[in-house]
């Protein structure tokens, strides 16, 4: 295996992920961020999120893996990782700045000798390999250095909560790329993972029906569309299997058995078919909202996507209208949310369904508390807005309660003792938002069960 010298550059999700990965199986990393706290902590060996197995590998691997500022910058790197944030404007289009600014940087920053080979990590719209190409080489220019550069689109598909099983074990690796010799250095830096050759960690076994994954080579405008695609497809599939529970519903159907009698036909699939308050996270909404927004440069029209967005917005509705129907006046009422982070996993809350549901459950006068086992720290911080109570434990968010609805579904929430939890509620309400308790034993125990679909 060829040793790299390898820069990322954003220490978030997807950066600390690929950079403690890329370590591990044997490169050298040198990861960069304009946030010294978040440098600060990471010097200090303290992993700033919420990432399954990033913190215990980060202590493992101090000698091939370190973090500073810009000034920090190598010049001896062989591939620049550029995995920075790419939020979405108020228009739906994808705000690229911090990718210009990245590009700016390493324009100002490279010399012309054995320039580096750079990746598009981020989610990035349709030509912003080329975008990035041009905005190095235009300061690279106004440095009398009049050399090609070279950049590659190497879309991630990692998910929160599992980001380091889904870098060890992919499912494929796309290389969009117009030169021979970038797809080469990235096949190169990516072998151990094609081929499978590390020794998993401890906590990441390999999967015993895991196969290799496909390294596939595009053209980078490809490899941009695939990933906009990709993430549009599952939030659709989420979308269609909502939408087919609100049908449920109504003639009287179990949405969990449908799910399963459609998702065992293999050109269907049973993954992403878990209906329930809908997609959140910090990238379904924003690249589903980016890909029409691209699709709107154009003049056309993508109706599949819009709709997506749409029932996914209804189905936080959907929540409150639960509540609504179950305690009829919601104005008084106590209402304790199970879980805030988007998914199990992680303490992000970006577009968390729990924050729509909160802030219109507190718009209609309802009280709100709320109980997660690692996102309250984070909502604290990043919501202030939001007039509501943190409870320090289960029963002390029953305690008093109305109703409870499971936002997330964390583990430890499954079998939670549901019968005592009802004697200190008020009123025995409880809305599954994810569809994942004992519908029975919570009927037997005098609960109000209402799932979704069901
Ligand atoms: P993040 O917000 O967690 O991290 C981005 C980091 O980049 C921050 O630490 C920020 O300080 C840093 N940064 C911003 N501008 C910088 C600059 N000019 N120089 C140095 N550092 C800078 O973001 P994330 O969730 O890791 O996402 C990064 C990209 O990857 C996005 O485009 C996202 O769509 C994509 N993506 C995310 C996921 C995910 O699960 N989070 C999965 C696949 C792809
Ligand atoms: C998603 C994609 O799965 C990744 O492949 C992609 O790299 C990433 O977005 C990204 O581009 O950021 P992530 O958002 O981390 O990953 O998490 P998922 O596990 O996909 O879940 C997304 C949302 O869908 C969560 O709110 C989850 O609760 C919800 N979901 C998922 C459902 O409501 N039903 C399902 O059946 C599956």
């Known amino acids: 295996m060829k040793i790299l010298q390898i820069t990322v550059i954003g220490c978030g999700y997807v950066g600390l992920t690929t950079s403690v990965a890329l370590a591990y ?20 060996g303290i992993v700033p999120m919420h990432e399954m197995g990033v913190a215990e590998l980060l202590g493992q691997l ?52 054995g320039l580096p080979i750079i990746v598009n990590k981020s989610t990035v719209p349709i030509g912003s390999a080329r975008r990035v190409e041009s905005v190095v080489s235009y300061y690279l220019k106004s440095r009398g250095i009049n050399i090609p ?146 699709a709107g440069q154009y003049d056309y029209d993508m109706p599949l996507s819009s709709a997506t967005i749409q029932v996914n917005l209804r189905q936080r509705e959907e929540i409150i209208r639960k509540l609504q129907s179950a305690l009829k006046v919601l104005r008084g009422s106590t209402v304790g949310l199970l879980g805030l982070s988007f998914k199990p996993g992680t303490d992000d809350l970006r577009d968390a369904p729990s924050i729509t549901v909160a802030k219109r459950l507190i718009e209609m006068g309802a009280h709100v508390k709320a109980y997660d086992p690692v996102a309250m720290e984070n909502c604290r911080k990043s919501h202030p807005e939001l007039d509501m109570l943190y409870a320090n434990s289960a029963e002390e968010l029953a305690h008093g309660s109305d109703a409870l609805v499971l936002v997330t579904e964390w583990k430890e929430f499954l079998s939670l003792p549901y019968n005592q939890l009802g004697k200190l509620m008020r009123q025995k309400v409880i809305v599954d938002g994810r569809n994942v308790l004992d519908r029975q034993l919570l009927t037997e125990a005098g609960f109000n069960y209402i799932g979704v679909g069901r």
Request: with cysteine; charged share 20%.
């Open 62 to 113: 101090r000698d091939r893996i370190s973090f500073g500022r810009w000034d920090s910058f190598n010049l001896t790197t062989e591939v620049i990782i550029i995995a920075v944030g790419t939020p979405r404007k108020d228009n739906g289009e994808a705000d690229t700045s911090y990718v210009e600014a990245v590009a700016r940087e390493l324009g100002q920053r490279l010399s012309g000798d």
């Open 149 to 294: 550069v070279t950049v590659a689109s190497n879309p991630e598909f990692l998910r929160e909560g599992v980001a380091l099983y889904d870098t060890f074990y992919p499912d494929r690796i796309v290389v969009g790329a117009n030169q021979g010799e970038a797809i080469n250095i990235l096949r190169e830096m990516y072998a151990p993972i094609l081929e499978q050759t590390f020794i998993p960690p401890e906590f990441l076994p390999r999967p015993d029906s895991y196969n290799l994954p496909a390294f596939i080579t595009t053209t980078p405008t490809s490899a941009e569309l695939i990933k906009y695609a990709a993430n549009t497809f599952l939030a659709m599939k989420i979308s269609y299997i909502n939408e087919i529970a609100g049908l449920a519903e109504r003639v009287g159907a179990d949405i969990l058995e449908v799910a399963r009698g459609i998702g065992l036909d293999k050109r269907i699939g049973v993954q992403y078919l878990n209906a329930g308050i809908g997609w959140g996270g910090s990238c379904f909404g924003k690249d589903v909202q980016a890909l029409i927004h691209t």
């Open 25 to 44: 199986i044997g490169h050298r990393v040198h990861c960069i961020d304009q946030n010294q706290e978040r440098v600060q902590a990471l010097q200090n």
